[in-house]
């Protein structure tokens, strides 16, 4: 199959040159309502994102082994979320072999 545009294009379906190119002409700003000190006590900004959290997570560099990494990652998605779950409940005590 031969696509001729990107697949990721998307159109406005506007004219954004003569947009950009469109300079505000004085009898235009008479359109234009006048801001009042009431409109702007009722503004509110909006910083948009996500709430910072109460107890951010770090970040860290830790080395390990490609083996152990490919097992997590076996485990399919989540698995970074999976590995610091593990970590959180915190060391494990193992028997040690008879040498």
Not at 1 to 15: C, E, F, Q, Y
Not at 76 to 90: F, I, N, S, V, Y
């Amino acid at each position: 199959m031969i696509v001729s545009k990107p697949a990721s294009r998307r159109t406005l379906g506007s004219d954004m040159t003569r947009v950009d190119a469109h300079q505000i002409k004085p009898h235009e700003y008479k359109e234009l309502p006048e801001l009042t000190d009431e409109m702007l006590a009722r503004a509110v900004v909006n910083k948009g994102g996500r709430p910072r959290l109460e107890s951010p997570r770090q970040l860290i560099s830790l080395r390990l082994p490609p083996e152990v990494i490919e097992r997590w990652r076996a485990t399919g998605p989540g698995w970074q979320t999976r590995m610091a779950e593990r970590l959180a409940k915190g060391p494990t005590t193992r028997a040690k072999s008879a040498a």
